[in-house]
């Protein structure tokens, strides 16, 4: 027993965090080629969520086994987590929301949140760290691969790439797991099966470049300018400008004089760049064209969008009843008060048909119609808390490796910030899984650098734990 406490807390359960490291990128592009039902092929796409379960479970069971206080993240950190769960459920149950619809939704939000409890119980050392950067720039640059050869081949590559094609409904949730491909349109998707979360897993792969080769400014540079391209030929804007953004604070951080003037520039050759017209067609080209972002045109179309939430939806649950609860993580409970409303009547013919598919677009929106003013608070006091950490962690630390640790998380923390008001970004696990999995590395080495000092003596050795008597 004690031998295989030995083998559960060590190394051995990072298997499953590789495995996912690998897999979550693959896997649209491997299930489509499986022979499956829609509701066969709905449940393997729970697999990567199952597995991160499973390891929170296990990693838990031991800390228990072992006389192991539960592994908490500390400070008001869990408290408010646990806090929101609670008044996510409260919500639910005073709206008679569906158990099921609630169920996903939360699950979406919170799942990969447990890396990080599992990851305070597992204690990684510097090797696993070093592994990880191995194993996700690996993926990076196949996916780059990738997304060349699609742009080189054309449509017949995109659609050999492209995921299966399914709309399902469980539990009364409805979930489409494809992105629409426009005819002679040839945005680029990865293996991914849809171009924002290809996207996404590009400014994952940014991060981790720009930190790792900072002082290496010819590769630097290359790399961005490959990254960034690549982004703004998946066609989403909004995840090209937070790239931007990142790089922008970055460079900011290490060389603060010469980026002042790519400040100043880099917009200007933006606009310069695109003429403001509106598209005739959906074409890469018109990736380029942030001026129309700005005309009169586009804000006319953005109405029976992502602004559309802002001016029409915003506004009822500031005025409604559900100002501190929300309406639940039911999303058919709102949309039918929203019909049932005047601001209903003011909005667009077409929105409440789109509201659907676009609510969750500006996801800082979608949080407080679902889950009210006290749920986003308690879910921001969270975390931030974590962020605490992490950004304390990464001016902290005195190893070289785990300084890049701590700013590749401090980076996407800040990147998640401006993505969630354009895209749910804690939703999709391109980039939340990541997100979360750095996040937990640095929270494990911060613990670990409180109770041994700045030194981090034994951080270079594995944590082998074993049952009271008996041997490692």
């Known amino acids: 027993m004690g031998i295989a406490m030995s083998v559960v807390m060590s190394r051995r359960p990072l298997i499953i965090v590789y495995f996912l490291v690998v897999y979550l990128p693959l896997e649209e592009f491997l299930l489509k080629w499986w022979p499956l039902s829609d509701i066969a092929f709905l449940m393997l796409r729970q697999l990567p969520d199952a597995l991160v379960v499973a390891l929170l479970m296990w990693t838990w069971g031991c800390s228990v086994l072992l006389g192991r206080r539960v592994p908490c993240i500390g400070g008001l950190a869990d408290i408010a987590l646990l806090s929101?769960?609670?008044?996510?459920?409260?919500?639910a149950l005073i709206n008679h929301a569906n158990p099921g619809s609630v169920a996903v939704n939360i699950k979406a939000l919170l799942r990969y949140i447990a890396l990080v409890y599992s990851l305070v119980a597992l204690r990684p050392a510097p090797g696993e760290l070093r592994f990880l950067f191995r194993l996700l720039m690996f993926?990076?640059?196949?996916?780059?691969?990738?997304g060349i050869v699609q742009l080189l081949g054309g449509i017949d590559v995109r659609n050999f790439l492209a995921g299966r094609n399914t709309v399902e409904s469980l539990l009364g949730f409805q979930t489409r797991f494809t992105g629409t491909r426009y005819p002679g349109v040839n945005d680029l998707m990865g293996t991914m099966g849809n171009t924002i979360n290809f996207a996404m897993f590009l400014l994952v792969g940014l991060v981790?470049?720009?930190?790792?080769?900072?002082?290496?400014p010819i590769g630097y540079w290359f790399g961005v300018a490959i990254l960034l391209w690549l982004m703004l030929l998946t066609g989403s804007r909004s995840v090209f400008l937070v790239a931007g953004l990142v790089v922008l604070v970055h460079q900011l951080k290490h060389y603060p004089r010469p980026?002042?003037?790519?400040?100043?520039?880099?917009?200007?050759?933006?606009?310069?760049?695109?003429d403001g017209s509106v598209p005739q067609a959906q074409t890469p080209l018109n990736n380029f064209n942030f001026a129309f972002m700005f005309t009169s045109d586009y804000i006319e179309m953005a109405k029976h969008q992502r602004l559309g939430v802002v001016?029409?939806?915003l506004p009822m649950w500031l005025y409604g009843p559900h100002f501190m609860l929300g309406y639940s993580a039911d999303k058919a409970v709102f949309i039918q008060a929203f019909l049932d409303s005047r601001y209903h009547a003011m909005a667009p013919g077409s929105f409440a048909g789109s509201l659907s598919g676009v609510i969750e677009d500006v996801y800082w929106g979608a949080l407080l119609v679902y889950y009210g003013l006290l749920g986003v608070v308690l879910f921001l006091t969270f975390y931030f808390g974590v962020a605490r950490r992490v950004f304390r962690f990464a001016r902290r630390a005195d190893q070289p490796l785990l300084r890049q640790l701590g700013e590749v998380s401090g980076l996407l923390i800040l990147a998640s910030l401006p993505l969630n008001m354009l895209n749910q970004a804690f939703e999709i696990r391109q980039?939340?899984?990541?997100?979360?999995?750095?996040?937990?590395?640095?929270?494990?080495?911060?613990?670990?650098?409180?109770?041994f000092g700045p030194g981090l003596s034994r951080i270079a050795q594995p944590q082998v734990a074993t049952l009271p008597g008996s041997k490692p």
């Open 139 to 146: 993926g990076v640059g196949l996916q780059v691969v990738v």
């Open 259 to 274: 980026t002042l003037l790519l400040v100043l520039v880099g917009p200007a050759l933006l606009l310069i760049f695109s």
């Open 84 to 91: 929101f769960f609670t008044a996510a459920i409260l919500s």
């Open 311 to 313: 001016l029409y939806v």
């Open 208 to 216: 981790v470049w720009i930190v790792q080769y900072r002082t290496r």
């Open 431 to 451: 980039f939340s899984f990541y997100l979360w999995l750095f996040v937990g590395f640095s929270v494990t080495c911060y613990q670990r650098q409180l109770r």
